[in-house]
Nanobody, 129 residues
Framework: QVHLAESGGALVQAGGSLRLSCAAS????????MGWFRQAPGKERELVAR???????GYADSVQGRFTISRDNGKNTLYLQMNSLKPEDTGMYYC???????????????????????WGHGTQVTVSS
């Protein structure tokens, strides 16, 4: 129903910048919030940044101040601008989206936690020392 396709991953040196893109197609009206995840070898997948349907953004502490998430609803595209890249940013980056209506799977101190329903295939980001 919803298809996500990431692009923009590359091999860069520490301190460099990259801009990742995620093109959404299909039933895009069914998308609510969107986000970027990453997974490094031997580590669990982690949420890097998220953006709500109303424009709210949130970031992992490790990337806050360096990464910026944005979305162009007219082009059905999600972006992640990554600056001041570090070797520890290396990993496979995945675009994800929450369905509309969203499914609550848990609760935390901030309120409900919603299910991530749609996933892209990933784009590799490698930051060299």
């Amino acid at each position: 129903q919803v298809h996500l396709a990431e692009s923009g991953g590359a091999l860069v040196q520490a301190g460099g910048s990259l801009r990742l893109s995620c093109a959404a197609s299909g039933s895009t009206f069914a998308i609510n919030g969107m986000g970027w995840f990453r997974q490094a070898p031997g580590k669990e997948r982690e949420l890097v940044a998220r953006i709500g349907s109303g424009g709210y953004t949130g970031y992992a502490d490790s990337v806050q101040g360096r990464f910026t998430i944005s979305r162009d609803n007219g082009k059905n595209t999600l972006y992640l601008q990554m600056n001041s890249l570090k070797p520890e940013d290396t990993g496979m980056y995945y675009c994800a989206a929450q369905a509309n209506p969203s499914t609550i799977i848990d609760y935390d101190d901030d309120g409900p936690v919603y299910q991530w329903d749609y996933w892209g295939h990933g784009t590799q980001v490698t930051v060299s020392s």
